[in-house]
Nanobody
């Protein structure tokens, strides 16, 4: 059974940092790409970042380039999204998802498994 569990969300002030974690079980991440999506109220789900199993392929949305980084801990089967210089417009529910592929992309409908999401609120 494949499970993805996100954590690390919460309330953070603008300009500060937050790190999200996604623990994956039931699959070998070497053969999957792992992405972070977010969805704000009234908006479409947006692909934020992605990393391949080998780490050789990554993706970042233009809105987060230079502020967010993605990494994975193979031993812990965990992927991290480090979010720096957070802005109020980063407020959303953040989801991690996996897809059997070698190359990152942000097409949500192609992802096979999803986590339950974690709320990130950027506000003073």
């Amino acid at each position: 059974q494949v499970q993805l569990v996100e954590s690390g969300g919460g309330l953070v002030q603008p300009g500060n940092s937050q790190r999200l974690s996604c623990v994956v079980s039931g699959i070998n991440l070497d053969f999957y790409i792992i992405a972070w999506f977010r969805q704000a109220p009234g908006k479409e789900r947006e692909g934020v970042s992605c990393i391949s199993g080998s780490g050789s392929s990554t993706y970042f949305a233009d809105s987060v380039k230079g502020r967010f980084t993605v990494s994975r801990d193979k031993a812990k089967n965990t992927v991290y999204l480090q979010m720096n210089s957070l802005k109020p417009e980063d407020t959303a529910v953040y989801y991690c998802a996996v897809h059997s592929s070698w190359v990152c992309h942000n097409i949500a409908t192609q992802y096979d498994y999803w986590g339950q999401g974690t709320q990130v609120t950027v506000s003073s």
